[in-house]
Each structure stands twice: as structure tokens, then as C-alpha cells.
């Protein structure tokens, strides 16, 4: 095998050019910005305080194009969504409470208006949403369910006599949990409840709701508490909302997907009330793949700001004397390149996300648009739960320096740690994206249910064989060789992960076909492998958009750097997986240990490359000034 | 094989009297006086409020006999390490604030008094030390010089005109760094040092230093600072000291293990250095064991929380229509009971060093004594690694509400985070466990550098085989059985991580050989095999420590129960590390399955009694007061 040698050093600026791909001219403009605006960095300022801080600096975002790129032209946007969700990623570098709060008032909020309402909607809020002048939530948790929205409680009722139709909470269950811009700023919010009409219920829709006067008094029968302080995110004022009966005009029903006539007759051009509900929320998923890119771009600067402090914090002498810097040691780069590769691997993935999500037609098939649900799901849940892993590594990287706040992995860790519940709980996405496997996208979901899942998989896919495809057999030829480089080879590294999955695939379909006799008990007991199918799905996604990312790499120094990047994440993904290779005759002992060689081999050859690797992440400085970088 | 099957229902209360072990009544007194002080939680407060709080409770804690339990009787203590010791631990039910200043005060600082003082430091300041009119401060970690303290950079030098000692910071590396008490409330400083006397350097030592005086104004030649914000413990007041030639007379020398005359002539019990300066630091291990313990505690409260949580939150419907409470999801119970076992076999390892540590006589030999801390070390990073890993997947179990302070959670994260790095970085300790195991305790360790480890090894160790014992004996006979059981069965487990050690030990011997052509390099290639022989090990000692635990268990019912706890601990770590079972012949690809299927199993079991479980820590209402468990 021909492994090119990595050049002595690689020019960070043609990795940035790599990484910045699609939207780079974009993401240039959005450095150069949040740089010249100099957003302060909150650590020392009270709930309060912070808050004030980021709704000014929110204003300051609102004088720019960006929050329009996700938004019709028409109104002054600017028909841009792949560009939208980079805008949103790019904030991910700087306070994550800004990244949120313009997540909940231009993502979620905005975009509920812009895709579930319709044009008499859009003419009267979508300009308003855009620069500020209407302060929105997007009001879907409950106390009661988070996971499961389509049992939320809340009920609109229509009146037909009225003309209105009449916002309840009806039990503590009900009250809207969670709600960011809720506490403080909203004025309006986008209330998804239970649509009655004529005593019959039509599930979930979307309302908009008035919560809070000009002056920032609650509306008559709204009433709303203050989440009071969180871990982290305390520049975003999530709050609770409790209706007593509001009325609201049957023109607040964001009519896209479902209508009610004056005289209360409903009409939707989906039948299936799961089946519109799920439609709706796949409308969506632009905020799943911001918090995934953003989560993505705060791990880029914990890794950035411990890789850095790794070469210059030296402890323990050497034989000749000199002290050693501490990421010459292995254990400290195990601690942290692994990690960088597959901040690496998950950021071209997200890149190939984010352009199909810009790409797909208005008019793609629903397979295509489960496939980039599941896509979003996966991808989020594996960028959130890497969030959460990298940045602690790094903040014990950094030791006592990296618990003091003015280091800044502290809040770094505090803000993105909830990332791996909202935007929908990481182990609910796994289980969306094997239910979207099992399926083999032919059928499409009723509900999120687990259960759901086994009913469905019992009665629908029973006797469904799985084809095999060619990977097994190349698995197996290049196990048989003896050949130590199989293990740079990428083909090598892509079939095992492929047949992997088709492996544990099928393995799930087996154990769910006895759903039928006791459905709970048949799903529960396959949990772990419902979620592992999940987890090796998205595994292959990653490294294939890796993969194609470094071959499609025009320039030569770094693409023979990426390929050994790559190398890194694929050879520590199989050797964190390793077990399983091996109870499953897909490793054998010896290549197994082979495997984790290789990742030593590996740290040791990245470890000069570390610095640039991070640097090409171009990252504004200001975000970097950690004191503990000073000496 | 006999498996006893549990119980249906377990009394919580007798799994305590098994749990609360050897200082059973101090414990019950702890927690009793823990409910009646109402210690209120500090979510809300800001940083200068939580301190004037924590001082306070501080002062309250003052007026029980817990301060003195770790003093001499002639000064009014109690002369009950191990008292002492578990009553630190318990304080980790609580604000962890508190626990870190009293650990600071009547730990490290009145511990360093005692313990490297004599009877003219004890005179003078351990009454005052324990009634809190004097304050004090342990300030060894400097700027430059966290894990490697034997290289502080502190100068103490003697002037034998003055008798005195001049105590300075010669450059910015050498400011302390991180010291408790020292931002706000501390007047006394147990300052490291190299000792410096006749124009040569003695290596460190420990001097008394004023820092500020009584109305807190900062002596003459101190400067301090404050570190300001931190991720956590916002209620201590960790700060920075410099010294500028600040004259301290001569007696200020601890000098129980080096002391120098008027005339400058040094003397010592010891004549090494570097072994003088471990025996000092091997004296002061009581606070690295009580931050494991604590460490401890706070996982308990947030497995508390969690399961609590996790037994009335209910999402998604069965088929019967029921909502199903989520501890019931498999994924739910592997998120938490695994962790709850391990939680078990470090606590009643951590009750076995505490008494090992009570009862170490002050003549023992230095093997015993080295023993002793190779333990110590090694529960410590084992407990506090469980605690930022158990601590998040707590907080994950409880979705959004794991995020907000009021549900207590957050705090304990973030409390605890730094436990991992610091009294000693977890890295570093299981490095110096590995040592301890590779030179036998035969020798002594000059220093705890990574390279005098390796150089020690391949000076000394060459030659030396390491005798296997009857344990592969064992396994291999238990191994080629079919006998499903086996993995229930006590001696298997027991004799498969005896097995690991010596092999894991061995394979790293071997590497090490090399060593004296390449110290630095040879030792950082194996630096991932040394750090799992720590691992390895202390595995080991805790799943002996949890057998012992059962098997002397005198309640039937709390018996049975146990026995299944520590089935899940043992086949959960089993399952952890398979790979490497795997990969060296000591499970086949079948039983390593059976293994899963066995903690998913044991899962099941123990469902119906986890909240007897998490009940019998018997942690004070009060500190699981968290609104989300009010429904």
C-alpha cells in the first residue's frame, strides 16, 4: 500500500479552505464580523446582567443580513437556508447564549412562522421577526412531555360562535416548560396544542399567541414564571407559559398543514393526524442542525484552547533536564487528538448535512425527507454527546487553569451541556434513526413511540430479509491478509463499518419479529441494540462524508494530512468498537491490537500537526484569550 | 450453582447498617446534625454571599466535635483518623463548598500542622486551628508546579543573622496558585518551599507564613489575588499568594522531618531528599482520601436524584395505554445501574482504606505505608472519575429539568468536576500506582516523574519475573466450561481481574526493559499500558473489597441483594474491558456476549429495587429537595 508521508508542515489557511467549503465566503464575512464587534465574553456578569448582554448584542445580529438568510426574499430575506444554518454554526465559537437566543428567536420561532404558517402570516410578522421588533417563542415542551410532543396537553379550542379559538392549559402537565425568550423578551409565541374543533380532536398544530403586552406585561390569562438560574445558557431567559383560557383570532392558527373554517370545519392535505404532525415537525429541523454545528464549532474551541495550553505547559524533567510539554506525553495526546479527529470527521459530516438540507427540493419524495430527518437526528445526537466528552477531556486537560472561568472551558462546558437533551433527547434521535433503518424509509412513522417502533417493526417487517451486500466479503478477504497496512486502507476501514451495520441491523429485525406477543417487553429488551443500530449508521455516515471530503481535497499537503486525520478517527472509532469486531469474527486478536498501535502510532505522528490542526479552525481570537495561554 | 434469589423487598434500612460499617453512630450523628442545621443550598446566591455563607456554616461545623476528631486528645481533639476522615465524606451530602474549606482548614492546612509540625507548632495554633480563630491556607501547588511539587520553585532561605527564614517567589512560575482561603478569609499560610540554608538547597519543606493581618490587610511582602469565578465552588475562596522576601522566624520551620539550627546547619531523620519530601507528602494523604470519599457521596445524591426522578417521570404509552415510567426503558436502567453498582463496590472499598488508613500503625514499614497510598491514590481518581461520569449521566437522565439549579444537579456537577484534577491530577495517581506495583514496594521512589519511574524500572526491575499465581488457572478452567453460571460465580470474576493485573503488569515490565537506551521515549510508548495497569489494579481492589463486603453481610435479605449489586458490578466492568479479554483468550466471543446479556439482565433484576438502593445512603432530605421530584 502507497501511504503518502505527511509534509513537515502543513499551512493552517489551506485546511481552513478545506473546512470552510461550501458557505466559506459566508463564514469569513460572519469571523471578520464577530470579531470587529468584539462580543464580550459574560463570565463575570450576573443573570441579569447577561441577559441585557445578549439581547443588546442580539440587536447588534439583527443590523447584520445574517438573520434574514433563512428567511423569503420576498419579505427581505435572504432564500439562503444552507447559509442560514452556517450563520448559526459560526456562533457556536462565541457565547453560547447569544448562538441560542438567536436560535430561538430566527430558528425556531421565526421558522415555525415561515413554514407552518402561510402568506398571511409571513406579511404581517415575518419582517418584524427579523429585525427585532417582534420577540418570539416557540412554545413546545410541556412539564409533562419533552420526548413525546404528540401527547402534549394543551388544547385550542375553536369557537365557532367567537371566531377564536380558546388556548388552555388544563393541567400542570400543560404548562410550557423550558421556553427561552419566555422569561423576559417575548412578546409572541408559537404555541403547538391539541386542535379541537367541533369536539373532535385533529392533534398537534401551531398558534400563534400574544404572551406579553408592548410594555412587557403578561397578556390577561398567560401566566409566566422564570426558569430561574440553569447550569449554563443564563443569557437566555427560559421561562414557563400557563394559559387559562386564552382566545386567540382563528387566524393565529399557522394554517399551512391543517385549517379551520369560520364555521369550525377542519380540512389538512395530510389525513393522518401523525402523519401531519410529523410532517410539521420535519419542517423543523433547521435548529437540530444548528445545535449540531454549534455544538461542533464550541468543541473546535475547547480543543483549540487545550491544545494550546498542551504545548506550552511543561511538567516533569527529562533525562537531558528539560521539562517536557505536556502533550508530548501520550496519555495527553490520547486525551485530545482522537477527539480532534473526529471534530474533524463530524464537521465535514455536518457540512454535507447542512448542503442537503439546503438542496432538497420542495417537492422531495417523503423518503428523502425522512432520510434527512434521520440524518439530522444522528448527527446531532453525535455531535452533542462528542460536545459534552471533548470538552470535559479538555477542561481536565488543562487542569486547576481549566476550572477557573476566566479559561473559559468552564462555560464552554456549563452552556453546551444540556445540547444532549433539547432539540430533541440524544437517545430518543438514535432511536429515530434505526426506526428510519428498520424501515427501510417504505413506511412512514406514526409516532416516536418506542413502542410504536416494535409494533410497527412486528407487524410490517417480519419476514423482511436484509440483503448482504459486498462488504462482508471484502471484510473478510483483507482480515484473512496479513498485510499491516490493511489498516490505513479506507476501503477496509468503510466496509467494516458498513457491514457492521447491516450486521447489527439485521440483528435488531430478528429480535424485534416477536414484538407481536408482548410488544413493551420484546422493544425493551432490544433497547441496546435498537440504540447501537443507530450508532453504527451514523458511524458509517461519518466516516464516508470524511472519506469524500479528504479525496475531493485539492490541495496536496492537506489532503496527505487529512488522510492521516482521517486514519485517526476511523482506526479509533473501530478501536473504541472493538469488542464488538471481535465477538463478531471481524477483527482478530492480534489486528485488534494492531488497531490500537496504530492509534498510538497515529497520536505520535499528528502530535506536531495538533497546533495547525486547531489553528485551521480559524477561530476569532478574542474567543481564544485565555489567560492561562499568557505563561 | 446456588444464585440466592433477591428478596421481592429489601428493607432500605438494613442495606445502611451494612453501608454505614465501622463509624456507623458518627455517620447517623453527621447526618442528624446535617437535617438540623439546615445547611441551605447556595443556588442563587452570588459569589461574595456563597462565601460569607460557606464561612458561616464553617463556624457552625466549629462548634461540633467533628473539626477535632483528627487532632491529638492533648489538644482537645479526638484522635480518630478514620472518624475524622468519614466525617469529611459525609459533608459531601452537602454544599461541596463547605466540604473543600473544611477539608482545606482542618485537612490540609490543620493536617500539615500536625502532621509535619512538632510540639511548638501544636502549642501554639492547633486549638485555634480547630475553634477557627485562626484560618489558614495550604499553599503548595504553584503557578508552575501543580503534579511535579517536588520542582517548586519557592525559596525559603535561612539567615542565620537574623534567624530567620526569607521566604520568596523568584519568578511567576513560582506564585501559589488555586490556594483555598487565600482569596478572602485566611490569615496563616503552610507555605512549600525548598528550604535553603548554607548556600545549598535541602529540597522542600513546609513553613508557617502570616499572610494577612487580623483586620485583613495583607502582610508586608504578600500580594495576593483572587482566582476569581470558577466552573464550581464558587464558596471557597481560592486565590493566588506572592512572595517578596518575607522574614518568618526560624521556629516557623515544620520541622518533625528536617530542621535547621540557628547556626544554619540542617539536620534530618532522613537523609534522601526527594524520600524526605515523599514521607512528608505521604503523611498528608488524608485529604486525597477524603476527596475520594466525597467524591463519593456527591454520586450518590445525584444517583438519588436521578432514580427518584426516573421512577415517576413517565413518556411515551405502552400498548395498554399506560405511560411508562422511564427507569423502566432498558436504555434508562444501563444509563444508571451499572453506575449505582459501581457506586456500591467504591464505597465499601473506600470504607476498607479509611479503616486501613485508621489503624496504620506509626511505626508501620514503608512498604505498608506505600501501600497505603498507592490506594489512596488510586480510589481517589476512581471515585472522582465516577463522579463526573455518573454526575452527567445523571443530569442527562433528567433531561431539561437536570439543567435548571434549582434541581441540584447542576451544582454537583460542576462542584465536582475539579476532582479529578486536583489533590493530585487522577493521571498522575494512577501512574504512581503503577510504580508502586512495578518496583513490588521493594524500593523506594525517589520522585514522581514519568521518567525516574522508567529509569527506575530498567535500572532495577531488569530480570525480575513477576510469578504467576493459580488465578489463570482458574480462569482457564472456568473458561472452557459451558457452564452459563459461571459468570455469577464470585471466584471466576475475582480470579479473571487477578488474572488481568498480572498479566496487564507483566506485558508492561516487558516493555519497560528498553528503557535505559531511551528513557522518555520507551516510557511514553507505554505510558497507555502503564496507566491500565493502575486501572487493572485498582479494579481489582475494589471488586475484592465489594466480595468482602457481602460475604460479611449479616442480613439474609440485605445479603441476597448485595450479592446481585456486585454481580453488576463485576459483569459491568467486565463487559467494559471485554476487549481486552477478548483479545488475550480469557473470554470467547460466546461468554463475552452472555456477558452483556447478563448486565441486561441484572438490569431487570435490580430495577424494582433500585430505590431501596439509592434510599439507604440515607442522604438528608434536605439535599434532595429538587422541585422536579415534586411532580
Redesign the interface.
Known amino acids: 500500500m502507497d501511504i503518502p508521508a505527511v509534509p513537515t508542515k502543513v499551512d493552517p489557511g489551506a485546511l481552513t479552505a478545506v473546512l470552510d467549503g461550501r458557505w466559506a465566503g459566508l463564514r469569513r464575512e460572519v469571523r471578520a464580523q464577530m470579531a470587529a464587534e468584539d462580543f464580550s465574553d459574560p463570565?463575570?456578569l450576573?443573570i441579569e446582567a447577561h441577559r441585557a448582554q445578549v439581547l443588546e448584542n442580539l440587536r447588534r445580529l439583527a443590523r447584520t443580513d445574517q438573520p434574514g438568510l433563512g428567511f423569503d426574499v420576498a419579505y427581505g430575506g435572504g432564500n439562503d437556508v444552507g447559509g442560514s444554518v452556517t450563520s448559526f454554526e459560526m456562533l457556536g465559537f462565541g457565547d453560547l447564549s447569544l448562538m441560542v437566543k438567536a436560535g430561538v428567536q430566527w430558528g425556531l420561532f421565526g421558522g415555525a412562522v415561515q413554514l407552518l404558517g402561510t402568506e398571511r402570516h409571513h406579511e404581517k410578522y415575518l419582517r418584524g421577526i427579523m429585525d427585532l421588533s417582534t420577540l418570539g417563542c416557540f412554545a413546545m415542551?410541556e412539564h409533562?412531555?419533552?420526548?413525546?410532543v404528540q401527547?402534549l396537553h394543551t388544547t385550542a379550542t375553536y369557537d365557532p360562535a367567537a371566531r377564536e379559538f380558546v388556548v388552555h392549559s388544563p393541567d400542570?402537565g400543560a404548562t410550557k416548560?423550558?421556553i427561552g425568550n419566555a422569561a423576559r423578551d417575548g412578546r409572541l409565541a408559537v404555541v403547538f396544542a391539541q386542535l379541537v374543533t367541533g369536539g373532535e380532536s385533529r392533534g398537534v398544530h401551531a398558534f400563534l399567541v400574544p404572551i406579553r403586552d408592548a410594555d412587557g406585561t403578561p397578556a390577561p390569562g398567560v401566566t409566566i414564571e422564570d426558569?430561574?438560574?440553569?447550569?449554563?445558557l443564563n443569557g437566555v431567559d427560559n421561562g414557563r407559559l400557563t394559559f387559562d383560557r386564552v382566545r386567540v383570532p382563528r387566524e393565529a392558527l399557522l394554517n399551512r398543514f391543517g385549517d379551520v373554517a369560520e364555521d369550525g370545519a377542519y380540512s389538512s392535505p395530510i389525513e393522518s393526524d401523525g402523519r401531519r404532525f410529523f410532517t410539521m415537525l420535519g419542517t423543523l429541523i433547521r435548529g437540530r442542525v444548528s445545535v449540531g454545528g454549534s455544538a461542533g464549532n464550541a468543541t473546535k474551541r475547547a480543543l483549540a484552547l487545550a491544545i494550546r495550553y498542551g504545548e506550552q505547559r511543561?511538567?516533569?524533567?527529562?533525562?537531558d533536564g528539560d521539562?517536557?510539554v505536556i502533550l508530548?506525553?501520550?496519555?495527553h495526546q490520547?486525551k485530545l487528538l482522537p477527539a480532534l479527529a473526529k471534530t474533524y470527521a463530524l464537521h465535514f459530516a455536518q457540512e454535507e448535512l447542512v448542503s442537503k438540507l439546503h438542496d432538497i427540493p420542495s417537492d422531495a419524495s417523503e423518503e428523502e425527507q425522512r432520510e434527512l430527518e434521520a440524518r439530522a437526528a444522528g448527527l446531532k445526537a453525535f455531535n452533542t454527546w462528542h460536545a459534552?466528552r471533548t470538552i470535559?477531556a479538555a477542561?481536565?486537560a488543562c487542569?486547576?487553569a481549566?476550572?477557573?472561568?476566566?479559561n473559559l472551558?468552564?462555560g464552554l462546558?456549563?452552556d453546551t451541556?444540556?445540547f444532549?437533551?433539547?432539540e430533541g433527547?440524544?437517545?430518543v434521535l438514535l432511536q429515530l434513526v434505526a426506526k428510519g433503518l428498520l424501515t427501510q424509509y417504505k413506511e412512514y412513522f406514526e409516532d416516536?413511540?418506542?413502542?410504536a417502533t416494535a409494533?410497527f417493526v412486528a407487524e410490517q417487517l417480519v419476514g423482511a430479509v436484509l440483503e448482504r451486500t459486498a462488504a462482508r466479503q471484502v471484510v473478510e478477504r483483507l482480515t484473512e491478509s496479513d498485510d499491516g497496512d490493511v489498516l490505513f486502507d479506507r476501503e477496509w476501514q468503510q466496509k467494516l463499518f458498513e457491514d457492521r451495520e447491516e450486521h447489527v441491523l439485521e440483528g435488531v429485525a430478528n429480535r424485534l419479529r416477536k414484538a407481536a406477543d408482548d410488544?413493551?417487553g420484546v422493544f425493551?429488551?432490544a433497547?441496546?441494540h435498537v440504540?447501537r443500530a443507530g450508532r453504527v449508521h451514523v458511524d458509517r455516515l461519518v466516516l464516508d462524508a470524511f472519506a469524500r471530503a479528504v479525496s475531493s481535497c485539492e490541495d496536496a499537503e492537506a489532503k496527505a494530512l487529512l488522510e492521516r486525520v482521517c486514519d485517526l478517527y476511523a482506526l479509533s472509532a473501530i478501536e473504541e468498537d472493538?469488542?464488538w469486531f471481535?465477538?463478531?469474527?471481524r477483527l482478530t486478536?492480534s489486528r485488534?491490537?494492531a488497531v490500537?498501535a496504530a492509534v498510538?502510532g497515529l497520536c505520535a505522528e499528528l502530535r506536531p500537526h495538533a497546533r495547525a490542526l486547531v489553528d485551521a479552525f480559524a477561530i476569532p481570537e478574542q474567543f481564544l484569550a485565555a489567560p492561562m495561554l499568557l505563561?
Chains 1, 2 share one sequence.
Open positions: 463570565a463575570n450576573d415542551t409533562g412531555h419533552g420526548s413525546d401527547n400542570s416548560e423550558y426558569c430561574g438560574r440553569k447550569a449554563g511543561r511538567q516533569f524533567k527529562r533525562p521539562e517536557v508530548d506525553y501520550l496519555g490520547r459534552t470535559q477542561r481536565e487542569g486547576g481549566g476550572y477557573l472561568s476566566e472551558l468552564a462546558k456549563a451541556d444540556v444532549t437533551t433539547f433527547d440524544n437517545t416516536l413511540s418506542p413502542l409494533r410488544p413493551f425493551n429488551a433497547q441496546d440504540l472493538r469488542a471481535l465477538e463478531h469474527g486478536a485488534s491490537k490500537t498510538n505563561g
